[in-house]
């Protein structure tokens, strides 16, 4: 395995069975040959290579296996076929409590975890302050976990498993819960961990976090991988497959997208991408720029130019109202501008087949240089599936302003500034 893989599964199956009677198990292993268990597959041949410092966001509906995949990668689970090499130390937050002894206090914990992942007692040491500040648990440090709440737990193993200088850090989202500002922490650490060249593989059902958080990802569907690749694309194949669930139309690994290996596509994914129960459809999408122009094959627009987005709308079954926005998305997916019908006061009300509406958005853009996307959406009410959303409709360059000045954050609004001399008092001892 070449020096720059983390992680490398090999035609990796689990199976798990399942004993209807806790006897049959016992009679399984005294009369070999004559099982009595349902064989469940929760994994079919998994094939991936994550390269050292990548962070790989792991998506999939509930049951589709990622639990199972972690647990595998962190050596919690051992698979029924297949190979796994894993190349540096690995830190997980998987299973609440697992390496946790709940007789322990706090504090014996750590030093019990630490050694658990390979650390010696001199450097536990080193590293406590770190981690019980981190868990910032107060005097129950010094009880017993089994009296801590599920919130002091997980910031007892979130603290562990983030100050262990691990390699590889390996994260269910579900876990990593706790009030704000302990969120907040938990985010800015994994951010510098990952910065620092850490691996991170976390789970998790924000696809916000995916593309912000993540340089690929992986959607699992039936215990299979679905769909690799750059985060966005991930995700707008994982939004779909949960479309195509809720309307009864079930993918299975045959249907699915053409499989990319992981980490070799970097680019903006500019298919435009498209699902809905399409009871009205959105067609004739067209960006106009401030001349009133129509935006050509390769569009281009001004650092805050104002756009005009014209919409049609064609209604196909009849709608008890209708609620169209849109999007604009930077190349990881982030929605950095966006609005529809209904938040800017212009309702929709009920609609009947055939009938044929005209939507325009006029907005400025105030981006930071680089290429965008737009997302066009509609659905009858927030609550209701939608009937039409489209992906990278089409995608745009924003050029730099005309003034030369940098913009350093994802939109730059207005601001200003006031700088005066002031009279310094002295600081008495
Ligand atoms: N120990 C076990 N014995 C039997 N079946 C299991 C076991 N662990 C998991 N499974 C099954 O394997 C499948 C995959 O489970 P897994 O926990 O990996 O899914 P998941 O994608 O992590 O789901 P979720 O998003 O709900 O956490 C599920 O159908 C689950 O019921």
């Known amino acids: 395995m070449g020096e720059e893989i983390a992680i490398s599964l090999k035609n990796i199956s689990k199976c798990f069975k399942c004993y209807i009677h806790p006897v049959d198990r016992l009679k399984e292993k005294f009369l070999p040959g004559s099982s009595r268990a349902n064989e469940f597959w929760a994994l079919r041949d998994i094939n991936l290579e994550i390269p050292k410092?990548?962070?790989?966001?792991?998506?999939?509906?509930?049951?589709?296996?990622k639990s199972t995949l972690l647990q595998i990668i962190a050596g919690i689970l051992t698979p029924t076929t297949g190979e796994v090499i894993v190349n540096g130390r690995v830190s997980a937050l998987l299973e609440l409590g697992s390496g946790f002894n709940p007789e322990f206090t706090g504090r014996q914990n750590i030093f019990f975890n630490g050694r658990l992942l390979g650390l010696s007692q001199k450097e536990i040491e080193d590293r406590f302050e770190a981690i019980a500040s981190f868990a910032d648990i107060g005097d129950f440090i010094d009880q017993p976990v089994k009296t801590y709440s599920s919130g002091m737990f997980v910031r007892l193993a979130f603290a562990v498993a983030v100050n262990v200088d691990p390699e590889i850090l390996i994260v269910d989202e579900a876990l990593a819960v706790g009030d704000i500002v302990f969120q907040h922490r938990c985010m800015r650490r994994m951010r510098s961990l990952m910065d620092s060249g850490v691996t991170t593989l976390f789970v998790s059902h924000d696809s916000g976090a995916v593309k912000t958080?993540?340089?690929?990802?992986?959607?699992?569907?039936?215990?299979?991988?679905y769909f690799s690749g750059i985060p966005n694309a991930v995700i707008i194949?994982?939004?779909?497959?949960?479309?195509?669930?809720?309307l009864g139309i079930e993918s299975t690994k045959e249907n699915s997208p053409k499989k990319q290996q992981i980490n070799q596509q970097k680019l903006?994914?500019?298919?435009?991408?498209?699902?809905?129960?399409?009871?009205?459809?959105?067609?004739?999408?067209?960006?106009?720029?401030?001349l009133g122009e129509e935006l050509t094959e390769t569009p281009t627009l001004g650092f805050n130019e104002q756009v005009t987005l014209i919409l049609e709308l064609h209604i196909y079954e009849e709608l008890q109202a209708c609620i169209v926005g849109f999007f604009i998305c930077d190349k990881n997916g982030n929605e950095l501008i966006g609005s529809n019908t209904f938040e800017e006061n212009h309702p929709i009300g009920k609609l009947e087949p055939g009938e044929q509406l005209k939507i325009e958005f006029k907005f400025h853009l105030p981006l930071r240089p680089g290429s965008y996307s737009l997302t066009v959406a509609g659905a009858e009410n927030y609550t209701a599936m939608t009937f039409d959303w489209i992906d990278n409709a089409m995608v745009f360059q924003v050029l730099p302003p005309d003034t030369g000045k940098r913009i350093h954050a994802l939109v730059d609004m207005p601001i200003s500034v006031q700088v005066s001399p002031q009279k310094l008092t002295a600081i008495r001892k």
């Open 268 to 290: 903006v994914t500019t298919q435009p991408a498209r699902r809905g129960n399409r009871k009205a459809l959105i067609k004739n999408v067209r960006l106009l720029n401030q």
């Open 53 to 65: 410092g990548e962070t790989v966001g792991i998506v999939g509906k509930n049951g589709s296996g």
């Open 237 to 246: 194949n994982y939004m779909k497959l949960v479309t195509e669930t809720e």
């Open 213 to 225: 958080l993540c340089n690929s990802a992986v959607m699992i569907h039936q215990g299979k991988i």
